[in-house]
């Protein structure tokens, strides 16, 4: 199996994905377990000084005026746990808990948090032992940081709570924890804290978010290609001198895929085939480099932000070199939060488009000379009316996933913590969008296939082809009188989801965007 090794520099967004749904095991670098032994060496000290220090020796956040004597820190720490795992709602997938556990854990492997490196080797325990707390949907404004997830995951830690173990099943973490061999946590000063205050749920969420979005935006290009194909569009307006001109890298990208795709058609290019001749095509058409282009552009704009956070250690206070424990602002998500917001948005577009393409196919009037809704008979046959309008309920959703969560702020702790992100919740709706896109393309790409072979007597590409007959191989059946479609278009959502799409396509234009 393969392994991740944590050191105090940070982690990659490939290690994230390996952890989070590959089950990848953890370990701790040398390196990281000195800092962590010298940034403890730093909390035990000032623990053992009469002055008050936050999260030290100190209540927390509008609490924090309170000086906590020793013999009561112990118990601050167990209880802000428990006072904080106060989730409510449905559970969080255990992708996204586990990639905040491991996000989690590499903040405290930085040497910032003053964590014991017992604690930090006990949370890689817990992540290859493969027991998942049970986080809730609601309960993080994403300042300070990803509170209540968090607080469930540290309280599984402490032996407490509900944990989802290997099998699926959840039961007691204490339970869990005894059949793996594994000790429940004592917390000592600072460690409660610094488990809770950190971006890791809206960070991890992003970072997963990243690596399905880059898979589908070049199956947006694909299923584009394949529309344009079956609408007897021109590929001229892909030329790479065009798109020099303007040269934003995403849009230059997104039109190479597609005249890689198109490379070989025998349907492009057919205006003389209309009674009334195109001089252009529509703008869904012609335009799908530019709209894909400035959704890339802004997933390299999101990936920049993941990879400085991902070497970053979030923490309030936390521990410096010098010897000093500072309080910050450094758990605010709003870095985070801004860029779960842009993509959230531009999928948003993205599937708008590809619906419009959809629409065009189906519609007798304007895709010249293909049965109206691609219908076998039409009348008799409704075709794909009702895919098109499941569809178009996904973009009116995708539109209402795209209004800004980071545009509020709603104010906590009395006032003390008046500004907050809202980035969890700009990442849960993301999710959602991230699987609507989905759905929307797999709806295009079977219009699109079905609609090229309808075009009897021309020769799509090779690269279409291939992806027709990968398609009808994972048992997508191509034209003919109406049918049972949801079972087929879910097979459609997951030869795109599952890149099957895009592997049957590199296999005949080599590696795209």
Known sequence: MHTVVVGPSGVTADDVVAVARRGARVELSPEALAALAAARSIVDTLAATPEPVYGVSTGFGALATRHIGPELRTRLQRNIVRSHAAGMGPRVER????????????TVCSGHTGVRPGTALAMAGLLNAGITPVVHEYGSLGCSGDLAPLSHCALALMGEGDAEGPDGRVRPAAELLAEHGLAPVELREKE????????????????LALADLHSLYTSADITAALSLEALLGTDRVLAPELHAVRPHPGQSAAAANMAAVLKGSGLTGHFQQDEAPRVQDAYSVRCAPQVAGAGRDTLAHARLVADRELASAVDNPVVLPDGRVESNGNFHGAPVAYVLDFLAIAAADLASIAERRTDRLLDKNRSHGLPP???????????????????AALVSEMKRLAVPASADSIPSSAMQEDHVSMGWSAARKLRTAVAALGRVLAVELYAATRAIELRRGLTPAPASRAAIDALRAAGVEGPGPDRFLAPELELADAFVRDGALLAAVERVTGPLA
């Open 95 to 106: 992708e996204v808990v586990r990639a905040l556990m491991f996000l989690r854990l590499k």
């Open 373 to 391: 809704f691609l219908a076998d008979d039409p009348g008799v046959d409704s075709g794909l009316m009702i895919a098109q309008y499941t569809q």
């Open 192 to 207: 409660g804290l610094a488990l809770l205050n950190g971006t890791d749920g809206m960070l991890g969420m992003l970072v």
